[in-house]
């Protein structure tokens, strides 16, 4: 898959970019991201590693909050996570799709599925966003 016309978030040099996430669609109101599924994402018995899922959940739930706020000079930042792996992956590409589920002035939660190639559900994920003022200052590297 390749990138939107205009992606709103800047993945250079970061987790995103290092696990090959890339944005099919990217609105307020829904988010679909894939990961190719290979040694990089592999935990130690060959299957996807289900940290590499919650970050794909993450990605996807914080962009789509962000969406929502940066019109308010806000930003939107993970505060809470759970994840429910239901399948194991060897190998292929994920597709996470993310829809709110509440949206409000100082936070947002958002309902998360992952799924393999084949359609078939391999992780779901609510996840909690903070809604904030941007951090001040340049990143630390």
Excluded at 14 to 38: D, Y
Excluded at 51 to 56: D, H, P, W
Aim: proline share 6%; glycine share 8%.
């Amino acid at each position: 898959m390749t990138q939107p016309e205009e992606t709103f978030i800047n993945s250079k040099n970061t987790l995103v970019e290092h696990l090959g996430i890339t944005f099919s669609e990217q609105s307020g109101q829904k988010v679909v991201a894939s990961m190719p599924v290979e040694a990089r994402v592999h935990q130690p018995f060959g299957i996807l590693h289900g940290g590499a899922s919650v970050v794909l959940a993450e990605t996807v739930a914080s962009t789509g909050a962000y969406l929502n706020v940066r019109e308010r000079g806000m930003v939107a930042v993970g505060q809470e996570i759970n994840a429910n792996h239901l399948r194991s992956v060897r190998s292929g590409t994920v597709t996470a799709t993310a829809t709110p589920i509440f949206q409000g002035r100082s936070s947002e939660v958002w309902h998360i599925e992952i799924k393999d190639e084949a359609g078939k559900l391999i992780c779901v994920s609510r996840c909690t966003l903070a809604i904030i003022a941007p951090p001040s200052g340049p990143p630390t590297s």
